[in-house]
């Protein structure tokens, strides 16, 4: 292929040159290219075609087992000054990380093929859109990013001669000695080899080692979150850890709705939620990420910058989610899940009886008395958005969709009520600030307690927590209050005495939505109270599953108790101290007002 793009074209030699692989191949894109490089790993051992008459085009990868998730201790963020990166940030001197990664680099692509992918984070041609070219050598990589972004020659075609691109190198770490043969799932086994590297300040992403997920789709959480994330900071817009919703009321009129649930709250589940009430419709536009700019009408328009779902498998059935379970009924990547004796796949929690035996993630015999999972948890499913049977029409408008409201929320047992609304922006931020999940020791291998995450950016943080807290509360003063999304605290996950969820959560969602979009259209009922203003009784509407909740266990949901939320505010305030003077003083002012109508 003729690059037009000289620089583009200097930058591939020297990575060439650096990394010796034993060709080249620019990716175009082509349905063609996908099959062939898919028949290439089949051959290869790599790859497991799925039954076609089951899953017609449907592929099974096992990964190796020590390359399982995003890696967060080996993912660093190399700012040139280490006080750029912040408290939540693994920061690396940008030159010494480079002399490292270098010497890693050297040779590393040898007996390989190293493919370069152009792409597109957004809808070519779109104002919100960025481009990025990801270097890889790995063609599983490859297969993904044509899923999960669109890739190939109109790429190029966008960039021009001179356009602004990501630069972003991968490899699994794996060179080939003559005649060596690959393994399955090539890459550096030992987590110290691996490292998931950014410079933001020269918008370069480096990742080395691993093969799996958000370390080797370079696009994802690497460029759209932590190199988006200081592009928007210095060009003001958002970039942020957020589905997209279209909600449309039974009278049609449409709200789109954004939202930040950290990772593992059902965040996928919620952006293709069925509703159960009558009348309701929900519709996808993104799961994961949100690019939101201002229109020349003051509000905010977010676009998904991305173009398939890697969501996670397990857990993953007809009642969490039968949209997905449609979705990838075909032409889907399967990673880390059962392999059933008929040629289809199989995950605990997907509603299917166990067979009675399978080959499990890791390539064993399996049956279901052996003790083991056959999927792995973080196994995923890689699926164009495009066939996922809630895809609103417009997911890919250039434009974007205007946004209304914000939800954000996580996992919490107690406190935090179903639903709170902000009482205004920095209010809202405010919110933002203290979200977070509980956790168990054992889980992450963090102390028990509430991981504050603030906006579910704090794996996805490319600078100062502080600093992009405050890059939220002055894109509050680019526009009127009333143009601006309304902030939503939800919070699904409330148990009771007995430690069992006393929201029913799923498709029963749709009610808090309802309540949400009634606010929004001046119809909803709250009551104002010191932490935001809750729906008053009555206002969520529980029509048809009184069975699965009474009033009274809504309303305990619904409570704010003073003793909790001051515990909580103790639990903030020693949170916020690691911001130092980098916390925005609109912050500490939030916390001072909901102590005083507290007290
Ligand atoms: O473990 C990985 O590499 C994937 S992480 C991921 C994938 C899709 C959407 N969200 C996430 C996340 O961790 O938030
Ligand atoms: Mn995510």
Not at 124 to 132: D, T
Not at 240 to 256: N, R
Request: charged share 25%; glycine share 10%.
């Amino acid at each position: 292929m003729n690059l037009k793009h000289k620089e583009l074209a200097a930058w591939i030699e020297e990575v060439r040159e650096m990394c010796k692989p034993d060709s080249v191949h620019i990716a175009d894109g082509s349905k063609e290219e996908y099959n062939k490089m898919l028949q290439i790993m089949i051959d290869a051992g790599l790859a497991t075609a799925l039954n076609p008459e089951k899953r017609p085009g449907c592929f099974l990868f096992r990964s190796h087992p020590s390359d399982v998730a995003r890696v967060e201790n080996r993912t660093f963020i190399a700012s040139k000054k280490q006080e750029d990166a912040g408290p939540d940030c693994n920061w690396v001197d940008p030159e010494e990380l480079k002399a490292d990664m270098r010497k890693l680099y050297d040779g590393c692509m040898k007996g390989r093929v190293m493919y370069v992918i152009p792409f597109s984070m957004g809808p070519i041609g779109s104002p919100i859109s960025k481009i990025g070219v990801e270097i890889s050598d790995s063609p599983y990589v490859v297969i993904n990013m044509a899923i999960m972004t669109r890739i190939g020659e109109k790429v190029l075609g966008a960039l021009g001669a001179d356009g602004e691109f990501v630069r972003c190198i991968h490899s699994v770490g794996k060179p080939l000695n003559d005649g060596e043969k690959d393994s399955s799932w090539p890459c550096a086994p030992s987590i110290d080899q691996k490292y998931i590297s950014h410079f933001p300040e020269e918008r370069t992403i480096w990742s080395y080692g691993s093969g799996y997920g958000g370390n080797a789709l370079l696009g994802k959480k690497c460029f759209a979150l932590r190199i988006a994330g200081v592009q928007a900071r210095d060009e003001g817009w958002l970039a942020e850890h957020m589905l997209i919703l279209k909600i449309t009321d039974p009278a049609g009129k449409v709200y789109y709705i954004c939202g930040a649930l950290p990772s593992f709250c059902g965040k996928t589940n919620l952006a293709m939620v069925v509703p159960t009430l009558p009348g309701w419709k929900v519709e996808t536009i993104g799961d994961d990420i949100a690019w939101m700019k201002f229109g020349e009408d003051g509000r905010l328009y977010a676009i998904n910058p991305e173009a398939g779902f890697f969501g996670v498998v397990p857990g993953t059935s007809a009642q969490s989610n039968p949209n997905a379970m449609k979705q990838i009924e075909r032409d889907t990547i399967f990673t880390n899940v059962g392999l059933t004796d008929d040629g289809d796949v199989w995950w605990e929690g997907g509603g299917i009886p166990a067979p009675e035996h399978l080959i499990d993630w890791e390539g064993n015999d399996w049956t279901p008395d052996c003790g083991r999972p056959a999927a792995h948890a973080n196994a995923r499913f890689t699926s164009p958005a495009a066939q996922c049977p809630s895809i609103a029409p417009e997911w890919e408008d250039p434009a974007g969709v205007p946004i209304s409201a914000i939800l954000i929320g996580g996992r919490r047992g107690g406190t935090i009520p179903l639903v709170n609304e902000s009482l205004d922006w920095n209010h809202g931020v405010f919110l933002g600030s203290i979200m977070g999940s509980e956790t168990t020791a054992a889980a992450i291998g963090l102390a028990a307690g509430v991981r504050r995450d603030p906006f579910a950016m704090l794996p996805f943080m490319g600078y100062h927590t502080g600093d992009y807290l405050q890059h939220w509360l002055n894109t509050g003063k680019k526009s009127d209050s009333g143009k601006l999304p309304k902030i939503y605290f939800v919070n699904w996950f409330r148990k009771d005495e007995n430690d069992k969820f006393i929201w029913p959560g799923f498709g029963e969602n749709s009610r808090v939505l309802k309540w949400i979009v009634e606010r929004l259209s001046g119809i909803g009922e709250a009551v104002e109270t010191p932490i935001g203003n809750l729906p008053a009784p009555g206002a969520i509407d529980l029509c048809g599953i009184e069975d699965k909740i009474s009033e009274e266990s809504l309303a305990k949901i619904l409570d704010v108790d003073k003793a909790s939320w001051l515990e909580e505010i103790v639990s903030i305030k020693e949170n916020y101290k690691k911001f130092g003077d980098r916390l925005p003083e609109e912050l500490s002012e939030q916390l001072d007002a909901l102590e005083k109508r507290l007290s």
